[in-house]
């Protein structure tokens, strides 16, 4: 299943972090550098296969990353950033 | 009843008002925000024109909105309404201080977007010739900080302040007409630039600690007065505290109750780059230094009153409304631009008209100058005495009292105070 960042959405990088602005809701999120690093992946639709794949390769990933890459998504999704 | 006209600065930007007749009202608003008016010379530039009348408008809305689409700007709440194009236009508002306050607020919140700037729930601190902004929504502790400031003409306000980013890149604070329990100000048009940014909040000791840039932005955008909706504006609200997040050091300011606000200060940068004000900020420092304590000095360039006034004499001015042919008034006459403003102290030539015409002229001048109080220029004062090499006399007879209680007057250094 695909994810992808929600168009139009106001942002802004600042060092390793990422500020979004959700503006129907007018809530402000800071993403840490792991939440900003997929924050850049999800400019284009992508799958949790393919996001592990890139993540593997800039981090050492455990055998809880997936699961944890899932609730990472989901939150996102929850505060309205992703789809 | 002729129509009425105000120009206010806020947050160096200039709003320019025609309001239809009402008896007493124009009074009313003139005192309120008396420390923020510009003398409304037809020549003034401004930043947008409205045209505004007095009654309710779009009963039912309690929240104000904001809307902006290229150059159009529709402002609105039950209370009052107005549309500009391009920085002209009409509008309603209740007539009533404290609708009219609401619409300065919603109107500023605009322009200052449009310009780089913002009015951001803030208690503003002068500390030396640099401001430090204290963010906060309420109960975050912005008017207890405010009242524990020893000079109270020193807190620039204790719930909105407007802030800017000039044409150098600096970040600029400003005195602000928007006032919470602290009540009021002092103010002027004079600008500060911002030392640091720091959110107050309550610990068990004093603790400042630096804040990342975009915790800085996140907090500050909880804190930027936003009526308009949608992904532009929150995109250039991002923008602007990104911005001033990234350019001006951001702290969290941790205090008790009892903690002295010198004790904060001290914790915290506290000195921008240095700035010279312009010429219409001084002049209207002059003129709060005036409604303050009834007097000030300043010294003195330029030849226009030689032989009685020479360039480098300091010059004592009294606020009066009281002028008499022969008596060297103060008087603010505006520019084009506030670098054109200038402070003139010229000879009373001729009784004010009844329409408030003054005639004045320079001793060494051929050429006579008019203007009319309230409208071409602003009336400050006038000169009673000079001060020459140590020597004090009166240009005015019998004011020994007033040179004694004019020796301790606050000297304000202009760069062209007469010409």
């Known amino acids: 299943m695909n994810v992808q960042r929600v168009e139009g959405l106001p942002f802004q990088k600042l060092g390793e972090q990422v500020l979004v602005v959700v503006p129907k809701t007018r809530e402000v999120h800071l993403l840490n550098e792991t939440a900003s690093r997929l924050w850049d992946l999800l400019e284009r639709p992508s799958t949790v296969p393919a996001l592990l794949d890139t993540l593997s390769a800039e981090y050492e990933l455990d055998a809880g990353a997936e699961a944890d890459l899932k609730e990472i998504l989901a939150e996102m999704a929850a505060k309205g950033l992703i789809a | 009843m002729p129509p009425s006209v105000l120009i206010l600065s806020i947050g160096g930007l200039s709003g320019h008002f025609r309001l239809g007749p009402l008896a007493g009202f124009f009074q009313k608003l003139r005192a309120r ?82 310009n780089g700037g913002a009015l951001v729930h803030a208690a503003g601190v002068r500390v030396g010739n640099s401001a430090v902004l204290f963010p906060g929504m309420s109960e975050a502790g912005k008017t207890t900080l405010a009242r524990k400031v020893e000079d109270r003409e020193a807190v620039l306000s204790d719930e909105i302040t407007p802030v800017r980013r000039d044409a150098e890149g600096r970040w600029l604070a400003y005195h602000s007409p928007f006032w919470g329990e602290f009540g009021s100000g002092p103010g002027s048009l004079r600008a500060y630039p911002l030392a640091a940014v720091a959110f107050p909040v309550k610990t068990p000791e004093l603790r400042v600690a630096p804040l990342s840039p975009a915790d800085a932005s996140q907090r500050l955008l909880g804190t930027i007065l936003c009526f308009e909706q949608g992904p532009a504006a929150a995109r250039a609200q991002l923008e602007i505290a990104a911005r001033l997040a990234t350019e001006v050091p951001a702290f969290e300011a941790g205090t008790r109750l009892d903690t002295p606000a010198a004790a904060l200060f001290e914790r915290l940068p ?61 008087y603010w006459r505006p520019g084009e631009t506030p670098e054109g403003d200038k402070l003139l102290c010229h000879r009373l030539m001729a009784p004010r008209n009844e329409r408030g015409r003054f005639l004045t002229k320079g001793d060494t001048l051929s050429r006579f100058e008019t203007f009319v109080d309230g409208a071409e220029g602003e009336l400050l004062g006038k000169v009673v005495a000079l001060s020459r090499k140590g020597k004090t006399r009166a240009l005015t007879g019998g004011v020994v009292k007033a040179l004694a209680s004019l020796a301790v007057a606050p000297v304000v250094h202009l760069r062209e105070a007469l010409r």
């Open chain 2, 33 to 114: 925000y008396d420390s923020f008016l510009v003398p409304p010379a037809p020549w003034v530039s401004k930043d947008f024109s409205l045209e505004l009348d007095w009654e309710d408008a779009a009963p039912g809305l309690e929240t104000p909105e904001a809307r902006v689409e290229g150059g159009a700007v529709h402002v609105r709440r039950w209370d009052f309404e107005a549309r500009l194009e391009d920085g002209r236009g009409r509008g309603r508002c209740r007539p009533d201080v404290y609708s009219f306050d609401s619409f300065l607020r919603v109107l500023w919140s605009v322009y200052l977007a449009k």
């Open chain 2, 270 to 330: 506290n000195a921008a780059p240095h700035r010279t004000p312009g010429e219409r900020e001084v002049i209207s420092e002059l003129r709060a230094q005036l409604k303050s304590r009834g007097r000030c000095a300043i010294v003195s360039t330029g030849g226009s009153m030689r032989p009685a006034v020479r360039s480098g004499d300091t010059l004592f001015i009294q606020a009066t409304p009281e002028v008499a042919v022969g008596d060297v008034v103060a």
